[in-house]
């Protein structure tokens, strides 16, 4: 069996991890940390999951001897424990935004904060760096905008068929995380959509750093609150560098197979057929990220949705889908389960 420990396991996503891992064949929850519930049975946290008998404990890093750690620490904690973790020969997922940056003064420039500890990370989206984080100890999980915008808009760049894209994401209040806020009040956020940081979201040069690898693509990203509780609904807004509006039709079809080709092979990434268009209550729960739309107007503008869970596809589950990989197990074990929907 291989042993884990999930460090910061008290917010909505350590609670994922737990919920999805406790149905792994190959893996044993040895320790679960957090400082504010310190020996408190985690179901006083996650009334959802009983009977494992785990209890939170207060931890030094060094003390985790175990074979992977996730890291489901906030922004600016995670790099002031993980070189302790990789010291101990566990291999980690990051969960933060501290190490998804391949350049440190992007990072201090976007989170506002020095980084202390510089270390070479693989950003874990397996659609793109799956050989790469077989290999990895340390993985840094993809942000949850960015999973469902890089997915939607990856094989643009790739084919160099667009210069600009517009990218437009509607987030469930669950993406705010469990320490409540103001925006995230039952009273301000419900009958009510919420746009914030609407051209300086942290998220926006993760998008830019993943699609310009392939392209010269500018991304301008702005994200909403909207009140429901998981999922991300993201619309790609972009004009086609080659356009003629006579060949609408067939242009649509070209992008449509495009898109089959570059994730016929993802056991999680489903290109929808055209004509459907995503919805959150088909992701709802899963790890799963529908793709579709290709709908092109007469302006040349194309238009890609994208729906995926925050918490697991978004989090928690392309968290484990990276364990998955780093141990060798079957990429989908105990990710297999669809969407509930309604």
């Known amino acids: 069996m291989t042993e884990i420990a999930i460090v910061g396991g008290s917010g909505y996503t350590g609670g994922e991890l737990i919920r999805i891992l406790e149905k792994h064949p190959h893996v044993d929850i040895k320790y679960i940390t957090s400082r504010k519930y310190a020996d408190v049975p985690i179901e006083k946290v996650h009334?959802?999951?009983?009977?494992?008998?785990?209890?939170?404990?207060?931890?030094?890093?060094?003390?985790?001897?175990?074979?992977?750690?996730?890291?489901?620490?906030?922004?600016?904690?995670?790099?002031?424990i993980v070189p302790e973790i990789l010291e101990t020969g566990a291999k980690v997922i990051d969960l933060?935004?501290?190490?998804?940056?391949?350049?440190?003064?992007?990072?201090?420039?976007?989170?506002?904060?020095?980084?202390?500890?510089?270390?070479?990370?693989v950003y874990g989206l397996p659609e793109i760096y799956r050989e790469d984080i077989k290999k990895a100890d340390l993985v840094a999980n993809p942000g949850c905008f960015p999973t469902g915008a890089i997915l939607a808009t990856l094989p643009l760049s790739k084919e160099k068929l667009v210069d600009n894209v517009i990218i437009d994401s509607k987030t469930g209040i669950s993406g705010g995380g469990v320490t409540p806020a103001e925006n995230f009040h039952f009273p301000n956020c419900s009958d009510n959509v919420i746009p914030y940081n609407l051209t300086s979201h942290r998220h926006m040069p993760e998008?830019?750093?993943?699609l310009g690898l392939y392209s010269k693509i500018k991304v301008s990203f702005t994200p909403h609150l909207v009140p429901v509780i998981r999922g991300i609904l993201t619309t790609s807004h972009s004009f086609l560098n080659i356009y003629d509006s006579s060949d609408i039709e067939s242009k649509k079809e070209y992008l449509l197979n495009l898109y089959k080709k570059q994730y016929k092979n993802e056991?999680?990434?489903?290109?929808?057929?055209n004509g459907e268009i995503p919805t959150l209550n088909a992701v709802r729960g899963s790890n799963f990220g529908h793709i579709g739309g290709f709908e092109i107007d007469e302006n040349g503008r194309l238009v890609i949705i994208s729906a995926i869970d925050n918490l697991v596809k978004g989090a928690s589950g392309q968290a484990i889908h990276n364990m998955n990989l780093i141990c060798g197990f079957k990429e989908n074990e105990a990710l297999e389960s669809y969407g509930m929907r309604p």
Request: no cysteine.
């Open 47 to 80: 009334p959802n999951i009983r009977d494992l008998n785990l209890i939170f404990q207060d931890l030094n890093p060094k003390e985790l001897d175990v074979d992977v750690v996730f890291t489901a620490t906030p922004h600016g904690a995670s790099m002031k």
């Open 96 to 121: 933060s935004g501290d190490y998804r940056f391949k350049d440190m003064a992007t990072y201090e420039k976007w989170y506002g904060m020095d980084h202390i500890a510089p270390l070479k990370a």
């Open 207 to 210: 998008i830019q750093q993943e």
């Open 267 to 273: 056991p999680f990434v489903k290109v929808l057929e």
